[in-house]
């Protein structure tokens, strides 16, 4: 967030913060017009990392199965899909 302010005081403007859950960015473009995203780790980013190790083969299992996309780590967008209601 420090660094977002930098830029907003700079006269940059900033998209975000994104939520991504293991992580958040924002997004600003460079003076040359390229898009640039910078990101930071969530707080809790090894307990959700730990998460996500513990069922990475099951996703992949039923992906390969099903074609559509596992349930398994949907608490990574509950908050974002909240925001939506």
């Known amino acids: 967030l420090q660094f977002k302010a930098q830029l907003e005081a700079n006269g940059v403007a900033v998209l975000g913060v994104t939520n991504h859950s293991i992580f958040h960015s924002i997004y600003f473009f460079d003076p040359n017009g390229h898009r640039?995203?910078?990101?930071?780790?969530?707080?809790?980013?090894?307990?959700?990392?730990?998460?996500?190790?513990?069922?990475?083969?099951?996703?992949?299992?039923e992906?390969?199965?099903?074609?559509?996309?596992?349930?398994?780590?949907?608490?990574?967008?509950?908050?974002e899909f909240a925001s939506q209601d």
């Open 63 to 79: 992906w390969s199965r099903t074609k559509k996309a596992p349930k398994h780590a949907a608490w990574m967008h509950q908050a």
């Open 36 to 61: 640039v995203e910078l990101a930071c780790p969530d707080p809790a980013e090894e307990e959700k990392l730990k998460r996500l190790d513990a069922v990475k083969w099951a996703m992949l299992e």
